[in-house]
């Protein structure tokens, strides 16, 4: 069983930075892409960044020269590093890998999300 686990949000004030992590754990034979999405209230989710293996990245006009995804393959985690943060930025934010396991192949994975809050 795949597990992707967040952890890092929590409230912060408008300019201030906060790091999210994300951590893919069960039997993974292999990690294609990472990625994080957002979804505030009453909107639809939204990607973020994406990462893939390689460390080709891809970000959402709306953050780009903002944040900042990177991973660390040898331990199947990504982050999300957020500066310059806007009370816009508030949503629950979901961490998204796409991975093979021993059992399976190529499938899509969702974390629990957690809750990021910009505000003063």
């Known amino acids: 069983q795949v597990q992707l686990v967040e952890s890092g949000g929590g409230l912060v004030q408008p300019g201030g930075s906060l790091r999210l992590s994300c951590a893919a754990s069960g039997r993974i034979s292999w990690i294609y892409d990472m990625a994080w999405y957002r979804q505030a209230p009453g909107k639809q989710r939204e990607l973020v960044a994406s990462?893939?293996?390689?460390?080709?990245?891809n970000y959402a006009d709306s953050v780009k020269g903002r944040f900042n995804i990177s991973r660390d393959n040898a331990k199947n985690t990504a982050f999300l590093e957020m500066g310059s943060l806007k009370p816009e930025d508030t949503a629950v934010y979901y961490c998204?890998?796409?991975?093979?396991?021993?059992?399976?192949?190529?499938?899509?994975?969702w974390g629990q999300g957690t809750q990021v809050t910009v505000s003063s």
């Open positions: 990462i893939s293996r390689s460390g080709t990245t």
């Open positions: 998204n890998s796409r991975l093979s396991t021993y059992a399976s192949g190529p499938a899509n994975y």
